[in-house]
């Protein structure tokens, strides 16, 4: 599949999951309140985290080796379920065994919130099932049905949300929304594999690959999901549950537009089973995310906040106003997720490591300092701070590789050449 295909798939499947989860995070909110919000947002945040986390790399790991060996899909996909279920279970007990730790350390002043975390760290296999199956497609290029794994959850998950209205106990609605839309993804992607001719096999060379491949990719999963939930974790021991849901909301939100440049990221990955890479693709293709960006953010900042306060409502205007903040994080934080992948395809994984480690140590000194001082806007400052430094460590990097600094210019302003590559890509579709 050519490029251009492939991207405008993913971007087309992306921007419809983004009005998806813009809906669920409207319906959502006003559901909740920013109080109600915040506790909610703090439990799920930790989730998030220890699953990734307690994922030890398997899901990167699956995309590298399907597209590597799409031909064994029994023993991958035995893989994945051993991993999901292993790894689930043991996440679980250690969870348990430290539960008295972690309430004291992040839910200092919500038991609420420890209580829906418990909630949700009970169905850790399935969450893992949840992101290794889908990634499963995504190593094979199947852009399409990946798509779908994404938006038929969301569907899910909005419909469970819209019946909510009448009903008390919202807290408990929403995570039982969450719940089912990582069910639907576990079933869905069940459904686009096709596991009717499955059966367990296990290869002992393959899977000491997949293991090697699981390791080495750990420390960055870790790197990368500290990066992008640390700040909330923070914000917990400083921010009221008022102001923690209002960032929570602003964080998803400025989130959502990293759809752009995540449409092209699997994209320059999944090369690293053909041809690596050239720089000159790389920056072609961030300029035209950049582009892409610029005119989204642009559009929103100029009519967006009438939009937001009605469909939020006003208690959220602090929200809009923390999503300003983080635009410039959103503009930098976009790019260093391709430069990522652009490193891993190239298999530079040791110096990918060392600069988003260098970005978290900078993410976590910054908030500790900023946010008692500012609030929740020095959560957005320091966001602001790790992400530009990391992406002055990428281009540093890439003027040492290729003795050519890149400008401003060259990063933002798509040149003639660019516009001809494109037709002549129209071409081959």
């Given amino acids: 599949m050519s490029f251009i295909r492939s991207f405008s798939i993913t971007f087309a499947s992306k921007a419809f999951s983004l009005i998806l989860l813009l809906i669920c995070r409207i319906l959502t909110a006003r559901l909740l309140g920013p109080s109600d919000l915040g506790v909610y947002g703090s439990a799920l945040n930790l989730a998030t985290i220890l699953s990734r986390w307690g994922s030890m790399g398997t899901v990167p790991a699956t995309q590298l080796i399907i597209s590597q060996n799409p031909l064994s899909k029994n023993q991958i996909l035995t893989f994945i379920l051993l991993a999901s279920w292993v790894l689930g ?91 089912a839309s990582w069910l639907t993804t576990v079933l869905i992607s069940i459904v686009l594999i096709g596991f009717r001719n499955f059966h367990f096999e296990f290869s002992r060379s393959l899977f000491i690959k997949f293991t090697h491949l699981s390791i080495a990719m750990w420390p960055l999963i870790i790197i990368q999901f500290g990066l992008s939930r640390f700040a909330i974790l923070i914000g917990s021991h400083s921010l009221s549950a008022v102001e923690l849901g209002q960032y929570f909301l602003a964080s998803n939100l400025s989130e959502a537009y990293f759809f752009i440049h995540a449409s092209l990221a699997p994209i320059i990955l999944n090369q690293s089973g053909a041809d690596k890479p050239h720089i000159n693709f790389l920056v072609r293709s961030l300029r035209f995310g950049n582009l892409l960006l610029i005119i989204s953010l642009t559009i929103t900042i100029l009519i967006g906040r009438q939009p937001f306060l009605y469909f939020f409502g006003d208690d959220y205007a602090g929200s809009w106003k923390l999503f300003l903040l983080l635009i410039p994080n959103v503009l930098f934080h976009g790019m260093v997720s391709v430069f990522i992948h652009h490193l891993l395809a190239r298999g530079k994984k040791q110096i990918a490591l060392i600069f988003q480690l260098t970005s978290l140590v900078i993410l976590v000194l910054s908030s500790f300092l900023l946010c008692p001082l500012y609030g929740a806007s020095g959560l957005c400052v320091a966001s602001f701070i790790s992400s530009f430094c990391a992406w002055l460590c990428y281009l540093l990097k890439i003027k040492y590789d290729t003795n050519r600094m890149l400008s401003i210019g060259a990063l933002w302003i798509p040149t003639s050449e660019d516009w001809n590559y494109l037709k002549n890509l129209r071409k081959v579709i």
């Fill in 89 to 179: 279970i043991a996440n679980i007990l250690i969870i348990y065994a430290f539960q008295e730790i972690i309430m004291t350390w992040q839910f200092p002043g919500s038991l609420a919130a420890f209580k829906l975390f418990k909630k949700l760290y009970l169905f850790l296999p399935v969450i893992l099932l949840s992101m290794m199956l889908p990634i499963y497609l995504l190593g094979l290029s199947q852009y399409r049905n990946y798509a779908l794994t994404q938006i038929i959850p969301l569907c899910v998950q909005v419909s469970i949300i819209l019946s909510a209205s009448e009903m008390s106990e919202n807290n408990r609605i929403v995570v039982v929304a969450q719940l």
